[in-house]
């Protein structure tokens, strides 16, 4: 009787142990949004938006719904054969917050984030 028992615990343990790991990797798997954020960087007044893809894991991308997200300032482009000593890199400008609520981009030409 007692043998019994003991297995018993061990059984429900390991069942314990395994819903334990199901959940875990659940979230793990639900917390990766596999989203690709790119930067207009479009120098017209307002013209700036954040472009919104969802990759697949294969490199396969599609527009997020919305997408894209402006973000009421201006980017900076130089002028058409403009030299590269004048480029900006404002086009990789994009933070988010640790939990994936909010977006930060930088507006190089209005000077806004």
């Keep these: 009787m007692r043998n019994l028992r003991g297995r018993s ?11 334990g790991v199901a959940v875990l990797t659940a979230s793990a798997l639900h917390a990766q949004t596999n989203a690709v954020y790119v930067e207009s960087n479009i120098s017209s007044p307002n013209g700036n938006s954040i472009l919104g893809y969802s990759n697949d894991g294969f490199g ?9 997200y402006l973000t009421k300032g ?15 890199d404002d086009d990789t400008q994009i933070v988010t917050n640790a939990a994936g609520t909010l977006m930060f981009a930088v507006n190089g030409r209005s000077n806004t984030i």
């Design 60 to 68: 396969n991308l599609t527009p997020l719904p919305g997408s894209p």
């Design 9 to 19: 615990f061990c059984a429900v343990s390991k069942l314990l142990s395994l819903a």
């Design 74 to 88: 201006s980017g900076w482009a130089p002028k058409s054969g403009t030299g590269l000593a004048f480029q900006q």
